[in-house]
């Protein structure tokens, strides 16, 4: 308790802390109010335990927002009343503390920052003309003339003629312009079997594809396409381009990934396979007849597959039957039977008219 009333008695001496003469500070009232009413609360539940009554009341004579308004008494009532006051109160501070939030927080914040150096001439940042500066200046002048006349007594025993400054030997290795074109050279690249197995630390390693995709992803364009990918799955968007460029981006991925290498000249061109899947089985793909460019490839093989009834096997002898004659006897073509039965019709009509 002694140090208690220490604490009171340096509080009734420091004037500048109860000076409330331009009123008291929101947040100073807000912890005053609540504090006042847990004291009253508590009060009256001591008043309650002894059994008084709570009506006796002696109330003040002014309205509540003179500012010459007495205090109220001691009896039960009037604790319930200003415990009433407090609670009003501080409903309307905290609509005050919602409006003065900014601000509050603002002064929160400059309150917790560090204490910054109030000599201007000590801060770096502070660009402003600032005559301390000047002062400075005059104060560093003995120093800086020290210095300047250290220098030139330095200097008084050589003949101020400029020499550039020493550097370290290099060796010159002039390089001749056929070394020049081997080193631009690029190697071939490896076999995959053989990268795999020069690489210790993945022994089980295999590869992806058969049909070879390491050459593939090598090459200029497929690098492009896989940072244009990138870039669009990073950027959830799609790059705009000209239908040509974009068929050509959509053919160049199928063939990418199928291991066609994009780097090879001869791709492209209107009769060229391309790579990948038409390198791998193009001769089984053309080798199916496709009426018209339409149906499934593998749908045509399938039915040549399956034997064919006797009307569709004699048709194909009759087709096949001069393409074999014309490799005997390229000059004469052989005829068929309605040609025949007519010619042997025209010797009978022939033959009836001698005898007529």
Do not use: W
Not at 97 to 106: F, L, N, S
Not at 204 to 210: N, Y
């Amino acid at each position: 308790m002694s140090s208690v009333r220490e604490l009171i008695a340096s509080l009734r001496n420091d004037d500048d802390r109860l000076d409330c003469k331009d009123g008291i500070s929101l947040l100073s009232l807000k912890h005053h109010i609540l504090l006042t009413y847990m004291q009253s609360l508590a009060l009256v539940n001591t008043r309650r335990v002894i059994g008084h009554t709570l009506s006796t009341r002696t109330p003040p004579a002014e309205p509540f927002s003179s500012a010459d308004r007495i205090t109220r008494g001691d009896n039960p009532g009037d604790l319930v009343d200003s415990m009433i006051e407090g609670r009003i109160a501080l409903e309307k501070i905290s609509i005050l503390e919602g409006r003065m939030r900014y601000q509050i927080e603002k002064l929160m914040r400059l309150a917790e920052e560090p204490e910054k150096s109030t000599n201007v001439a000590d801060d770096p940042l502070a660009f402003r003309p600032n005559p301390q500066n000047l002062l400075d200046a005059q104060n560093d002048g003995d120093s800086d003339a020290e210095s300047v006349a250290s220098r030139a007594s330095h200097s008084a025993g050589k003949d101020e003629i400029y020499r550039p400054p020493r550097l370290a030997p290099m060796p010159y290795n002039p390089t001749t312009s056929k070394e020049k074109r081997a080193s631009k050279r690029t190697a071939l690249p490896p076999p995959t079997a053989l990268r795999a197995l020069a690489d210790p630390s993945q022994p089980h390693a295999e590869s992806t594809s058969g049909l070879g995709t390491t050459p593939s992803l090598q090459s200029a364009r497929a690098r492009y396409l896989t940072r244009l990918n990138n870039y669009e799955e990073e950027n959830f968007t799609r790059v705009v381009m000209r239908k040509r460029d974009a068929l050509r981006r959509e053919r160049d991925e199928e063939d990418m990934a199928l291991g066609a290498d994009l780097s090879d000249p001869r791709r492209g061109g209107k009769n060229r396979r391309r790579g990948g899947l038409e390198d791998e089985f193009g001769d089984v793909l053309k080798d199916a007849e496709r009426a018209g460019g339409a149906g499934d490839a593998y749908e045509e093989l399938r039915q040549r597959g399956k034997k064919r009834s006797l009307l569709e096997r004699s048709r194909a002898r009759r087709e096949e039957a001069p393409e074999e004659d014309e490799g005997e006897r390229p000059g004469k073509k052989r005829k068929t039977r309605f040609e025949l039965a007519a010619k042997s019709a025209g010797k009978r009509m022939k033959k009836q008219g001698k005898r007529a």
